[in-house]
């Protein structure tokens, strides 16, 4: 009997540790548990403050892009004379920071204000289109009549070839740099043709159209003699037209060469010579030195950031298309 006592306790203590050792697991994955939990609140009140966050963000942005104040120009008039700058920079074309819009918009700002002295174009610009140069050249045209005091000087940084400098001759003088990029007076219209890698792919083109020239530019289609010749001469009145305003622009100040007006694009020095600009100088120089108003106020209208998201987002794929496969409008070059 003493004997059996004596093994009975030692699995007495064996129950203890054992249920011991249950009750520590209990608690642990009790506190495991408890834990997960709050982490996952934790993770819910983060992404709940992201979200948060991101609404009250996007509803800034919307209030920002929709508010009077989207898109205001970086100038601002100080009360003090001064010389109004606008840039021409990149494509000319519709949607483009040198939009006719944006530039005509500058332009008006500029003139309005009483204690500008005089309106500096610096322009860094391959060109662009014929049409959105010609509405800038007219509206500087126009803004020089109505006032006669203030004048309106371009100056070419890099460059300032085909359609910008069509916008340059409108103004009163011409400045650039001695190895700016000046001229490039002519028209281009490039596309390609397809027509016998549609016949290597065993491809057939279908194309119905009412007009015997209607898909006259279809790079599918081969080529005819008389549509060319019609093309060319839509070119070459276009080019034309660039020409004349040049001459308006420039006057008697133009030392014509016979290669003038073929598109070749000539450096600083050599468009002095040629009486394509009037001197060599700086945006800053000329506001100096020949505005006599040193202080540069910028009246460029550029987009607010949300806007210019929301232009590049909605770029037309057929844009793209139309520019690989040859179905642009003539570009001055």
């Known amino acids: 009997m003493q004997q059996d006592k004596w093994t009975e306790a030692p699995m007495v203590e064996r129950s203890e540790i054992k249920a011991q050792k249950e009750d520590r697991k209990a608690w642990e994955l009790l506190e495991k548990t408890l834990l997960a939990s709050v982490q996952e609140q934790r993770r819910s009140r983060r992404w709940g403050i992201f979200f948060k966050s991101l609404t009250f963000l996007y509803l800034l942005g919307m209030l920002f892009m929709f508010s ?56 860094n610009s391959p060109g662009g289109s014929p049409v959105q140069s010609g509405y800038v ?27 910008a ?44 159209t009412a007009g015997e020239h209607k898909a006259f530019l279809d790079p599918f289609q081969p080529e005819r003699q008389d549509e060319r010749e019609f093309w060319q001469t839509v070119l070459q009145t276009t080019h034309q037209q660039f020409i004349d305003q040049v001459r308006k622009g420039r006057g008697d100040r133009l030392q014509e060469h016979p290669d003038m007006f073929s598109g070749l694009v000539w450096s600083g020095e050599q468009a002095l010579e040629l009486g394509l600009i009037d001197g060599l100088s700086s ?30 987002l909605g770029t037309s794929i057929g844009n793209t298309l139309a520019t690989h496969l040859g179905l642009t409008a003539p570009t001055l070059q």
């Open 68 to 123: 009077p104040f989207a898109g205001l120009d970086s100038g601002a008039a100080t009360g003090k004379p001064h010389t109004a700058l606008i840039e021409v920079r990149g494509t000319i074309a519709d949607k483009q920071e040198a939009s006719a819009d944006n530039l005509v918009t500058s332009l008006r700002r500029a003139f309005k204000d009483e204690q500008t002295r005089g309106v500096v174009l610096r322009i």
């Open 283 to 312: 945006a800053s120089a000329v506001a100096r030195d020949i505005v006599g108003t040193e202080e540069l106020v910028d009246f460029t209208h550029r987009e607010s950031p949300f806007q210019r998201f929301s232009r590049q």
């Open 137 to 163: 050249y007219d509206e500087i045209q126009r803004l020089r009549a109505l006032h006669p005091d203030i004048k309106v000087y371009a100056v070419i940084a890099d460059i300032g070839a085909s359609g």
């Open 165 to 208: 400098y069509y916008i340059a001759a409108a103004a009163d003088e011409i400045y650039a740099d001695k190895a700016s990029l000046v001229g490039s007076i002519g028209v281009t219209a490039a596309g390609f043709g397809f027509v016998e890698t549609l016949d290597k792919l065993g491809v057939e083109r279908r194309t119905y």
